[in-house]
């Protein structure tokens, strides 16, 4: 019998009706078949860990982005994950926990009067390019634009209950102190009876912020505090993979290999994070 319109509109209410199962499912039955096996990071964004300042779209009414990215609550030091756009340290009472994978310096260039990203410059030759300089020492291209040296810490971020998060710390301009004393925490570590220098990932690192002054200016960095070593394999696994990942792009690009990556916070369309 040909089915009428009054018979099909039935077997589709029996069969949303019908129960899945009585009680609590357990979920666990479903790994391997959970409609997220195509899903990759790339797929998600790349989190960038960054610090609200008085001028962030999330915080600031004036601000042409704020009714898009303005967070309910935010306050000026607070650390924010840039895709879920969710606070998770509070200014001065608490910090995030996370393991360093590896380290890249790149150029970062702004439209004029530090507009928006244009790209990132693995490339260190993009300095043969530079015809100025601004008057907080910021590098001017040919074409008008800003070049901005950035200290790219691409991490693990370590929450209690979830699996660990990769994503990046951009510090630049007056933050450029706080990655090199970064920098020189991790590599004056040594371990061991023969103290060797362990890679990036042998430990782990509390970062919180604190108030910053340079003339009538102020501002939050951040605050680097060394946390514990790290005895984790699948941590070391995990931070090792992603340090190869970066370590391949960035000598692709100075091979001259490819374009120059765009990276932004995890918000727009972008050339690809090599995590």
């Known amino acids: 019998m040909k089915p009428t319109k009054t018979n099909i509109k039935a077997a589709a209410v029996t069969a949303v009706a019908k129960p899945v ?148 710390i951009s510090m630049a301009s007056t933050q450029l102190k706080n990655g090199r004393k970064w920098l020189n925490i991790m590599t004056g570590i040594r371990v061991g009876p023969n103290r060797i220098q362990p890679p990036a990932f042998s430990h782990s690192y509390k970062l919180s912020t604190v108030i910053e002054r340079k003339d009538n200016n102020a501002w939050y960095g951040w605050n680097i505090q060394v946390n514990d070593i790290n005895n984790d394999g699948d941590l070391v696994g995990a931070a090792q993979s992603i340090a190869k990942r970066v370590a391949n792009a960035t000598h692709v690009a100075l091979a001259g290999g490819s374009a120059p990556a765009k990276l932004t916070n995890g918000t727009k369309d972008t050339d690809e994070v090599p995590m």
Request: net charge negative.
């Open 21 to 168: 199962a009585t009680g609590v499912i357990d979920w666990g039955n479903y790994q391997g078949e959970s409609g997220f096996e195509n899903v990759q990071q790339s797929d998600l964004g790349i989190p960038f860990l960054s610090i609200i300042q008085s001028k962030s779209p999330q915080f600031d009414k004036t601000h042409k982005d704020y009714p898009t990215k303005k967070i309910e609550g935010v306050e000026v030091g607070d650390i924010i994950n840039s895709v879920t756009n969710k606070v998770l340290a509070k200014v001065d009472k608490g910090h995030i926990l996370v393991v360093p994978a590896t380290f890249e310096k790149t150029y970062n260039e702004y439209k004029q009067g530090r507009g928006g990203l244009v790209r990132i410059h693995r490339n260190p030759a993009v300095l043969d390019d530079v015809t100025g300089q601004t008057d907080k020492g910021e590098g001017v291209l040919s074409n008008g634009n800003i070049l901005a040296e950035t200290s790219n810490f691409y991490v693990l971020l370590l929450v209690e209950g979830e699996e660990p998060i990769p994503s990046i």
